[in-house]
C-alpha cells in the first residue's frame, strides 16, 4: 500500500494536511511442464503437460505460451486446448488463453512430439501475461534406442546324409528398454528340410508366406534372452 499526503496552507490559516492510499497490486503466474513419457524408444511419440497458475491476486490478461526450444524433437500436435487457441509466429509454436484468467485459477493443455534419436531431450517453454514478467519452464524425456541380438547355434555341426540337424535359436535383450511384438522368421535354409521345432515356451508358430515365423507372446525385458 503507497500513500499520498498533500499540504495546503495561507497566510491567515494553519496548515492543513490531507492524505489517501492507494493498494498496488503485482500480477503473478507460474507455469510448470510435466513430462507424461519420461522414457520412450526411439520412433515412439512423447507427451508434455502445459500448466499455468495465476497465484497473485489479481485477474490477468492476454496469458500466452510459447514453445521456445526443443532440440531433438519434432513437434507434432497439441491437444486438450479448450479455451487456449493456437498459432504459429516466427515458426515458434504459440498458445494465447482466450478468457479472462481468475485468482488461483490454473489452466493447461497437452503438447506431443515425435522422436528420431537418442539422447535425453529438454522441452522448453516461455509464459508471459499483461505487467508480468516473462517465465519459462522445462522437462526432459530420455529417448532410447532399442536393442537386440539373435543367435543361431548348430547343436548338430556335422551329421550323415538322412539324419536330422538341430539348432538353437537365442534372442537377446541388449538395450535399456522392454521390447514388444518380438519374433523370429527362418529366412533360408537352402538343402535342408524344415521339420518342426521345440522348447517354444512362449514362442508361438505360424507360417507367414511358405516362411516358419515364431512371435515371442510376451514382453522381452532389458537383459532378457529366450
Do not use: M, R
Request: charged letters at 20%.
Amino acid at each position: 500500500d503507497w500513500t499520498n499526503v498533500v499540504t495546503a496552507g495561507s497566510n491567515e490559516t494553519e496548515n492543513k494536511t490531507d492524505n489517501e492510499s492507494v493498494e498496488v497490486l503485482e500480477p503473478k503466474f507460474e507455469i510448470k511442464k510435466i513430462t507424461l513419457t519420461p522414457t520412450v524408444s526411439v520412433g515412439e511419440q512423447v507427451t508434455f503437460e502445459i500448466v499455468v497458475t495465476n497465484t497473485g491476486v489479481i485477474d490477468l490478461n492476454n496469458v500466452v505460451v510459447e514453445e521456445f526450444e526443443y532440440n531433438g524433437l519434432v513437434f507434432d500436435h497439441a491437444f486438450g486446448l479448450g479455451h487456449w487457441s493456437e498459432s504459429a509466429v516466427g515458426g515458434k509454436h504459440k498458445w494465447t488463453y482466450n478468457n479472462g484468467f481468475s485468482i488461483g485459477q490454473a489452466h493447461g493443455f497437452f503438447v506431443v512430439f515425435n522422436t528420431t534419436e537418442a539422447g535425453n531431450f529438454t522441452n522448453v517453454v516461455v509464459g508471459s501475461a499483461d505487467k508480468t514478467e516473462n517465465k519459462t519452464a522445462n522437462n526432459t524425456v530420455e529417448v532410447i534406442e532399442p536393442k537386440f541380438e539373435v543367435d543361431k547355434i548348430s547343436l548338430t555341426p556335422t551329421v550323415s546324409v538322412g539324419e536330422q540337424v538341430t539348432f538353437e535359436i537365442v534372442v537377446t535383450n541388449t538395450g535399456d528398454i522392454d521390447l514388444k511384438n518380438v519374433f523370429v522368421e527362418e529366412s533360408s535354409y537352402d538343402g535342408l528340410v524344415f521339420n518342426h521345432s521345440f522348447g517354444s515356451g512362449h514362442w508361438s508358430e505360424s507360417v507367414v508366406g511358405g516362411k516358419h515365423k515364431w512371435t515371442y507372446n510376451n514382453i522381452l525385458s532389458a537383459g532378457e534372452a529366450h
